[in-house]
């Protein structure tokens, strides 16, 4: 293992740089994000989402993590060792791994580009944890990317690039877009749009059930799909349900009062997997 220098300082100028990644202001006037912890770290250091410039370990984590430390320097990526006051500067949560990374591209365009079946689309998703959560959702399924909207939380929030345990790294996600956008342009690959709300007039059970031979007017999750979902609290507003060519419910066969955001937009993802993958007869 090669590294470039060793960091014993923690208040050097720049831990204090990598510290102020963690402020939206700072990432977009650098054009760059932490990302934390050994499996983020590891999957920004292997794909192509990003360019990631440098990487911070502690001696314990580099021997602990010795791959992330070849493919660092297979692609180029300027690694220092730092001791464990120095990764702590930088983040709490770094578990001994920092890298920085140039943002994501972010356009629509690098998500209709990949001619994806299964996209989910976040309106107002304010919470990071939901929203990385989401996002890691959408790779489990099999989603060909994940747009967030103009009045979502900031993608590369620190809190939201921990809870995607790296899978922001491995599908296209566009963010700032306009919801109004975000639909016509899905519908115009070809994607039937649905929001997912619990007052929904279609049962995501019920469509299951006709996957692949639904009725007119019936919504088909065998068919490219987009799922819109909204705010943890108030869900989605008329004018946004309104843009979707229908909207679905998860059904609560129990005593729950309700869905979180995370879990509701996982249920409805798998079911579209599903009957994506599913024969049809």
Known sequence: MTATDVLTNPRSERVKAVRALAGR???????RFVVEGPQSVREAVAGSRTRVRDLYLTAAAAARYDEIVVAAAAHGVRTTI??????????????????????????????????????????????PGNAGTVIRASDAAGAGGVV??????????????????????????????????AVQAMRAAGMTVLAADGTGEH?????????????????????????VFGN?????????????DAVVRVPLHGRAESLNLATAATVCLYASA?????PRG
Do not use: C
């Not at 994501?104 to 990949?114: P, R």
């Not at 006709?210 to 068919?223: E, K, M, N, S």
């Not at 599903?274 to 599913?278: C, D, F, G, K, P």
């Open 25 to 31: 202001a700072v990432r977009e006037r650098q054009g």
């Open 82 to 127: 730092g001791d464990d006051d120095v990764l702590a500067a930088m983040s709490p949560d770094a578990q001994g791994v920092v890298a920085v990374a140039d943002l994501l591209g972010g356009g629509l365009q690098g998500v209709l580009d990949e001619r994806p079946r299964l996209v989910s689309v976040l309106a107002r998703v304010r919470d």
């Open 148 to 181: 967030l909207t103009t009045e979502s939380v900031d993608v590369h929030n620190p809190k939201v690039v921990r809870s995607t345990a790296g899978s922001l790294f491995h599908l296209p996600v566009a963010y700032d877009v306009a919801l109004a956008t």
């Open 203 to 227: 049962d995501i059970d019920d469509l299951l059930d006709v996957a692949g031979h639904a009725p007119a007017g019936v919504p088909d999750l065998a068919a490219p799909t987009a799922w």
């Open 232 to 244: 943890e609290a108030w869900g989605l507003p008329d004018a946004d349900r309104a843009l979707a």
């Open 274 to 278: 599903r009957a994506q993958r599913s």
